[in-house]
C-alpha cells in the first residue's frame, strides 16, 4: 500500500512537470510573446511577454512570436526638386519594434502575421515624404545641407512610425542621382576653377625648384673647383716627397747589397762543399746499392719466370692427358648405354606387340562366345514362346494385349477424337458401356489378337526345318518391339 501511495505521488510530479513544460514559454531577449485567447486588461484583447517566462492555457490561449530584432529597408525614390531637375535619392533605413508594450502592441495588431512586409511599408512611409520634402528643396540645398533633408524626412516619419509601433535607429541617405546631368555642371565651374590653381601652383613650384636646383648646381661647381686646386697641391707635395725617397733608396740599398753580396760568396763556397760531401753520401752510395738490388731482383725474377713456364707446361700436358681420357671414357660409356638402350626398346616392342595380340584374340573369343550365348538364349526364348502358344494360345494373347494395353486404349479413345458433343443418359455407367462397346467393335483389341495369331501362323508357315528334321519353332515377335523396330 506504500509503495502504490509513492508511485502515484511520483506520477503525479511527473504529470506537473510534464504540464508545466506544456504551459510555460520563455520570450527570448529579442522577441516578445502575443498571447491571445482570454480577456486583458486595457482592453488590449491580447497580452504581451517580453525577457521573461509565462503561464498559457493550452487549447484556451495561443501564444505568438513577434520579433525586436533590427530590420533594413532600402530607399530608391524618384525626386523633383523645387527647380524642377529629377534626382533620385538612394538610402537606407534601419528601424525595429519599439520596446514599450504600446509599441509592441500597435506592431502586433499590424504585422504578427506580415513581419516580413515591414520593410516594404517603411519604404512607402519615407517615399512619400522624402519625395515631399525634396520638392520643397534645390539641389544645391540637397547636395550642401544632406543633413537638413535627412533630419526633416526622418521627423515627418516619426510619428507614422509610431503608429506602427517602429521606431527609427538610422536614417542614411546614401547617394544622390541626376539623370539630367545638373550636378555635374553645377560642379564643373568649380573643377575648371581648381584645376587652373592646381596648374598655377605646380607651375610656380616647377619655377622655383628649378631656380633652386641650378643655384645648388653653380655652388657644388664651386665647391668641385676649389676641391681640386686643393687636392693638386698635395698632389705635387706628395711626388716630390715621394721622388726624394725613391732617390735616397737605392743609393742605401747598394750599399747594403755590396756587403751582402760579399757575404753570399764565401756562403755559397761553403754550401757548394757541402752540398758534393752531401751528394756523395745520400746519392752516390745509395744509387749504387739500389743498381745492385734491381740487378739481384732482375736475375731472381727471370728465374721465377722459368720455373712457373716449366711448371705451366707441365700442368698443361698432364690435364690434356687427363682430359683424353675423360673423353674416351664417356665416349665408351656413351656407346654401352645406345646399346643397351636399344635393346631395351626393342624388348619393350616385342612384348607390347605380343601383349596386344593376346589382347585381341582374348576379346574375339570373350565376342564369339557372347555372341553365342546371345543367339543360345534368343533360340531357348522363342523355343519357350512357341511352346507356350500351343499349350495356352489364350494366355500367351492376353498377355501380349495387357503388355500393350495403354497403346489399345489410345487407339480406343482415338475413336472419340472427332467427336463435338456427346449425350450419355446414364452417367459414368454410359461412358464405360460406350468405351467397351468401342474396343470390343472392329476393335483394337481383337483386331490386335487377330494379328498376333495371323503373324504367329505366318511365321511357322514360313519357318525353314532344322539341321535336326525337327519341325520349325515358330517366332513369336510382340508388338511392341515390332513397333520398336520399324
Known amino acids: 500500500m506504500v509503495i502504490g501511495i509513492a508511485g502515484a505521488v511520483v506520477a503525479s510530479i511527473i504529470v506537473l512537470i510534464v504540464l508545466f513544460k506544456l504551459m510555460w514559454r520563455v520570450a527570448e531577449p529579442n522577441e516578445a510573446l502575443i498571447i491571445s485567447g482570454s480577456k486583458h486588461g486595457e482592453g488590449l484583447g491580447f497580452r504581451t511577454v517580453t525577457g521573461r517566462g509565462t503561464l498559457v492555457l493550452p487549447g484556451i490561449q495561443v501564444v505568438r512570436r513577434l520579433s525586436l530584432d533590427l530590420n533594413e529597408a532600402e530607399l530608391d525614390v524618384e525626386c523633383v526638386t523645387k527647380q524642377g531637375i529629377p534626382v533620385h535619392v538612394k538610402g537606407v533605413v534601419i528601424f525595429k519594434v519599439g520596446d514599450d508594450p504600446v509599441s509592441i502592441a500597435n506592431a502586433a495588431r499590424r504585422f504578427l502575421d506580415q513581419q516580413k512586409a515591414m520593410g516594404q511599408r517603411v519604404h512607402n512611409v519615407f517615399a512619400g515624404h522624402l519625395r515631399s520634402i525634396v520638392g520643397g528643396l534645390t539641389v544645391e540645398d540637397m547636395i550642401r545641407d544632406r543633413e537638413r533633408m535627412t533630419g526633416e524626412t526622418r521627423a515627418a516619419s516619426g510619428s507614422e512610425m509610431e503608429k506602427l509601433g517602429l521606431i527609427i535607429d538610422s536614417l542614411q541617405i546614401q547617394e544622390i542621382l541626376d539623370p539630367t546631368g545638373y550636378i555635374e555642371n553645377l560642379a564643373a565651374p568649380h573643377a575648371a576653377a581648381v ?239 460406350m468405351f467397351a462397346k468401342a474396343l470390343t467393335m472392329g476393335g483394337t483389341g481383337l483386331g490386335l489378337a487377330r494379328q498376333l495369331l495371323a503373324t504367329m501362323g505366318a511365321d511357322g508357315a514360313k519357318a525353314e526345318p532344322s539341321a535336326t528334321g525337327k519341325p520349325p519353332v515358330p517366332q513369336v515377335i510382340p508388338v511392341q518391339q515390332e513397333q520398336a523396330r520399324s
Open 195 to 433: 584645376h587652373r590653381d592646381a596648374r598655377i601652383a605646380a607651375a610656380e613650384a616647377d619655377r622655383a625648384a628649378t631656380e633652386a636646383e641650378q643655384e645648388a648646381a653653380a655652388r657644388k661647381a664651386e665647391a668641385t673647383r676649389n676641391s681640386g686646386i686643393q687636392q693638386a697641391g698635395y698632389q705635387a707635395e706628395l711626388d716630390t716627397a715621394a721622388a726624394r725617397a725613391q732617390q735616397a733608396g737605392p743609393l742605401a740599398q747598394a750599399a747594403s747589397r755590396q756587403e751582402v753580396v760579399v757575404q753570399e760568396t764565401k756562403v755559397a763556397e761553403l754550401e757548394a762543399h757541402h752540398r758534393e760531401q752531401q751528394l756523395q753520401a745520400d746519392v752516390r752510395k745509395p744509387a749504387d746499392a739500389r743498381a745492385y738490388e734491381t740487378r739481384t731482383k732482375a736475375v731472381a725474377d727471370r728465374d721465377a719466370r722459368i720455373s712457373a713456364a716449366e711448371a705451366l707446361a707441365r700442368e698443361t700436358e698432364l690435364k690434356t692427358a687427363a682430359e683424353a681420357n675423360r673423353v674416351k671414357v664417356a665416349a665408351t660409356a656413351e656407346a654401352e648405354a645406345t646399346r643397351a638402350r636399344g635393346l631395351a626398346s626393342a624388348e619393350a616392342t616385342r612384348a607390347t606387340g605380343e601383349a596386344e595380340a593376346a589382347a585381341a584374340e582374348a576379346r574375339g573369343l570373350a565376342q564369339a562366345e557372347a555372341a553365342r550365348a546371345l543367339g543360345l538364349a534368343e533360340a531357348e526364348a522363342i523355343k519357350a514362346r512357341a511352346a507356350a502358344l500351343a499349350e495356352n494360345q489364350e494366355a500367351v494373347v492376353a498377355q501380349q494385349l495387357a503388355e500393350n494395353w495403354p497403346q489399345i486404349v489410345k487407339a480406343g479413345a482415338e475413336a472419340f477424337g472427332n467427336v463435338e458433343h456427346m449425350v450419355l443418359l446414364n452417367g459414368a455407367d454410359g461412358m464405360a458401356d
